[in-house]
């Protein structure tokens, strides 16, 4: 059974970093794009980005919005991946869920399981 | 103001039929058929219930469908039921270089 899991998220003061974690098992993680999509309170689903998979050189695409602060890495040995977000805004705030991609270089193919979220809050 | 775009909501009765759009141009919907369809449930992650256009992953009910032409995409849902209740979400490739993945706004789905 296929299974996405995060963790880390939290309060936090803007400025300041945090890092979440996607736990998965169930499939065989080093062959796919994972990717990360939050959401707003109350507000729609934003793409956030991915990571392709090593196959496809590992490579990392983001959203304008999440450019420069945010980079994501994985860990294929331990099937998880990683978001490490710094200089973190209010407007930052939201549900942060891991997803797994599609198998080819064309991560949006498909996005056929997702963790249940972590919440982070970006506040003073 | 999302890339793709969808009605903010929609309503139908038990066991009618809606079509959901979801609008983009010839660099994504219109370009390629990697158009994903998504249905959240208020606290749930979103679940995937359509990909490439119209097909339907295993254990999802063939009430869902979904169609293509030019630049909108469509997500009908048939025979509408109690469970339907829940915000719905297009995905798009895009073959643009500052974006890669569209995301529609959401409609939301009441069931009368």
């Known amino acids: 059974e296929v299974e996405l899991v995060e963790s880390g998220g939290g309060l936090v003061q803007p400025g300041r970093s945090l890092r979440l974690s996607c736990a998965t098992s169930g499939f065989s993680f080093g062959d796919y794009v994972m990717s990360w999509f939050r959401q707003a309170p109350g507000k729609g689903l934003e793409w956030v980005g991915f990571i392709r998979s090593r196959n496809f050189g590992g490579t990392t695409e983001y959203a304008a919005s999440v450019r420069g602060r945010f980079t994501f890495s994985r860990d294929d040995s331990k099937a998880i991946a990683y978001m490490e977000m710094n200089t973190l805004r209010t407007e930052d705030t939201g549900v942060y869920y891991c997803?797994?991609?599609?198998?080819?270089?064309?991560?949006?193919?498909?996005?056929?399981?997702w963790g249940q979220g972590t919440l982070v809050t970006v506040s003073s | 103001q999302s890339a793709l775009t969808q009605p903010a909501s929609m309503s139908g009765p038990l066991g009618q039929s809606i079509s959901i759009s979801c609008t983009g141009s010839s660099h994504d919907v219109g370009g390629f058929d990697f158009v994903s369809w998504y249905q959240q449930k208020p606290g749930k992650a979103p679940q995937l219930i359509l990909y490439h256009v119209n097909k339907r992953p295993s254990g999802v009910s063939d009430r869902f469908s979904g169609s293509k032409s030019d630049n909108t995409a469509s997500l009908t849902i048939s025979g509408l039921q109690a469970e339907d209740e829940a915000d719905y979400y297009c995905i798009s490739y895009s073959s643009s270089t500052l974006l890669d993945i569209l995301v529609g706004g959401g409609t939301k789905v009441t069931v009368l």
């Open positions: 997803s797994r991609g599609g198998r080819g270089v064309i991560a949006a193919e498909m996005f056929d399981f």
